[in-house]
T-cell receptor
């Protein structure tokens, strides 16, 4: 099946630093990638939709200046958490849409655990 | 009302049991439906899509009732490896945005 990778798999950082997470589709081109966040015992919440070559679309309540998204190529999207604070600690998961399949399918990366001290 | 609602569980069942999960969704315009499985501290993985006529994949059967805006997942002959959280996921047609339920936890014991 389609493979999506994320890097790093986990990050521990000090409050105030910025953290960059990469999401790559390894065996297909993804014009659209999605960034989700999941807090413990909560559902995945969509943060933003990332389209190659254009600005990301952010969900209500997600600060675009804090969560910077860049989708520079058909296989790579990055999420940068700027000036991270402890409340940003969460499980960040990306997904990439494979439109080559009969039915549009999203494939998820393995996620990145962020802990801000 | 939440967009996708599921009973969080946990459902504790012995090996070999049959277990069913239900899910309701609020947006009548929803057109695509899925069940995902998420293991502890892992990413969600697609278990199966749900079609209007109902569909089966081995021990797993999914059903959709559009009139009641209700989706179900039936697992027969439960295995220990079925222990996970099962996420009900809905997609409004024309968009790619998936809306996730909080998930139902299943624990299968020997």
């Amino acid at each position: 099946g389609a493979v999506v990778s994320q890097h790093p798999s986990w990050v521990i950082c000090k409050s105030g630093t910025s953290v960059k997470i990469e999401c790559r589709s390894l065996d297909f081109q993804a014009t659209t990638m999605f960034w989700y966040r999941q807090f413990p015992k909560q559902s995945l919440m969509l943060m933003a939709t990332s389209n190659e070559g254009s600005k990301a679309t952010y969900e209500q309540g997600v600060e675009k200046d804090k969560f910077l998204i860049n989708h520079a190529s058909l296989t790579l999207s990055t999420l940068t958490v700027t000036s991270a604070h402890p409340e940003d600690s969460s499980f960040y998961i990306c997904s990439a849409e494979n439109r080559g399949r009969r039915q549009e399918t999203q494939y998820f990366g393995p996620g990145t655990r962020l802990l801000v001290l | 009302r939440k967009e996708v609602e599921q009973d969080p569980g946990p459902f504790n069942v012995p090996e070999g049991a049959t277990v069913a999960f239900n899910c309701t969704y609020s947006n009548s315009a929803s057109q695509s439906f899925f069940w995902y499985r998420q293991d502890c501290r892992k990413e969600p993985k697609l278990l199966m899509s749900v079609y209007s006529s109902g569909n089966e994949d081995g021990r797993f059967t999914a059903q959709l009732n559009r009139a009641s805006q209700y989706i179900s997942l039936l697992i027969r002959d439960s295995k220990l490896s079925d222990s996970a959280t099962y996420l009900c996921v809905v997609n409004i047609g024309g968009y790619s945005t998936l809306t996730f339920g909080k998930g139902t936890m299943l624990l299968v014991s020997p």
